[in-house]
């Protein structure tokens, strides 16, 4: 094959992932050496013997479990590790040479073969960008369907076309089971405990109610502490099961188009109870000005604004603002929480802002892991299962949207939610077919032209 362009570029490719597991090979060295001075000469000496490149590139390739694979930009296979082959079945000889789509065959859950919009290589061609599957659907030279990580890296000449791809690819099948296993174990203990929980909760209730039964205040204290117990338990429960389920898809979800406006405003008066028994102020804001003191009446404010749609469930929603608000009013101590609405023509961005602790930085990239609780002395004393997040997340990413923190240790956190816009138009359409119902907003809202 002749030297061009075409061919420097798929050698960069090769060069940059031999580069970069080279890199994790001298590490793990150094790591096994305990960087002893012992250590130090026998990676020195590895050094040496892999001074000719091409050996270089050649023995990290075929040792690395990882399967990598080299594609031009005509979707043929260019390189092939002893990986990609021991997970794909097919050997490095027959697979190089060959069209991506005639070795790497993916399905979806039900078997099938996946649409040309999520073929990783079209996306990879038409977004110039990286294409990532966490769990794509991968059948094998001999018909079995594993599981794979992948990652489609593009390789891009000068005038920033893409001449061909680097793909990284591990198989997860086992850590799938696993975690399947814990998750089908969690839930099903979870639902099997919900039971005598809430008979437990039933009969406290019945024993401090005084219609039913007569007790001394010594005792009713130790009864209402035993409920309080009793009910945090039963949320320990439930977020376990509503986790479970978000995880393995299982989560009921009805949406319909909802005009977040409305829905927010509605919302924000229900909760606002809350924050105000703790001494704090709660305030709707719409767009980057105009504020609605919650704790006021509504009836004389006239505002011109955007009506903004989504495809959700509202119910769902109202379980993550309500989370977000209410973890707000937990970790504020005095000012407000503010509940707010922006957004453009193609995102509808609405938000949770307290003035409360504030969230150390190192903390920020965990908070919508399962089960994270930041831990410090101001945040030890307050209850939480450390699920609430995660299961907002999930509920978020249901519809195509996406969820962050941002926030300042000593000043407050703002928590923000996209979600894609309908425009009015679609949303009528919608409504005029009978799929969902359109909430308006309570107070005098004109609609802008």
């Known amino acids: 094959m002749p030297i061009n362009d075409r061919t420097i570029a798929l050698g960069a490719g090769i060069a940059v992932v031999a580069a970069v597991v080279l890199g994790v090979l001298a590490w793990r060295l150094r790591r096994a050496a305990g960087g ?52 794909t079945g097919w050997s490095v000889e027959d697979a190089t040479g060959l069209s991506w789509p005639a070795v790497f065959k993916f399905v979806n859950s039900k078997g099938e073969p996946i649409s040309t919009a999520d073929d990783p290589v079209l996306k990879l061609f038409s977004t110039k960008d990286a294409v990532r599957n966490s769990a794509a659907n991968l059948l094998t030279k001999s018909e ?42 969690i839930s099903t203990a979870s639902h099997e405990m919900r039971t005598p929980v809430a008979a437990i909760e039933g009969y406290l209730a019945l024993a401090l109610n005084d219609k039913v039964s007569t007790i ?33 898809g299982r989560l009921t979800s009805h949406p319909e188009v909802v005009e977040i406006g409305a829905f927010l405003e509605q919302l924000t008066g229900d909760l606002k109870f809350a924050a105000e028994k703790k001494g704090l102020g709660v305030d709707f804001t719409l767009g980057a000005t105009r504020t ?35 973890n707000a009013v937990k970790y504020t101590d005095e000012g407000k929480v503010t509940i707010g609405l922006t957004g453009n023509d193609q995102v509808v961005q609405f938000f949770v802002r307290d003035t409360g602790f504030g ?67 679609r949303a009528e359409e919608l409504k005029g077919r009978g799929e969902t119902t359109i909430l308006r907003p309570t107070t005098s809202l004109t609609q802008t032209p």
């Open 36 to 87: 002893s001075k012992r250590g130090s000469v026998s990676s020195g000496n590895l050094a040496s013997s892999l001074h000719d490149e091409q050996l270089r590139s050649s023995i990290i390739l075929n040792t690395i479990e990882d399967g990598v694979v080299l594609i031009d930009s005509q979707q043929v296979i260019r390189l092939f590790n002893p990986g990609a082959s021991h997970m």
């Open 144 to 185: 079995k369907t594993i599981t794979v990580s992948l990652v489609l890296s593009p390789i891009l000449d000068e005038q920033k076309q893409v001449t061909g791809g680097v793909a990284v690819f591990r198989d997860v099948s086992e850590e799938l089971k696993a975690e399947q296993q814990r998750a089908e174990f």
């Open 216 to 248: 001394d205040s010594r005792a009713r204290d130790y009864l209402e502490k035993a409920h309080a117990s009793t009910q945090h338990l039963g949320k320990l429960f439930q977020d376990l099961l509503t986790s479970a389920k978000a995880e393995d």
């Open 292 to 326: 609605i003191d919650a704790s006021a009446g509504n009836s004389g404010n006239k505002v011109i604004r955007p009506l903004y749609y989504a495809y959700a469930d509202p119910e769902r929603l109202r379980e993550v603002i309500t989370n977000l608000f209410d």
């Open 359 to 425: 969230i150390p930085a190192e903390d920020i990239p965990h908070m919508f892991q399962k089960f994270y609780r930041v831990d410090n002395s101001a945040t030890r004393t307050i209850g939480g299962t450390g699920l609430g997040l995660f299961i907002s997340r999930k509920i978020i990413e249901l519809y195509g949207g996406r969820i962050w923190v941002e926030s300042e240790l000593g000043k407050g956190s703002t928590f923000y939610i996209n979600l894609p816009r309908l425009s009015t138009q």
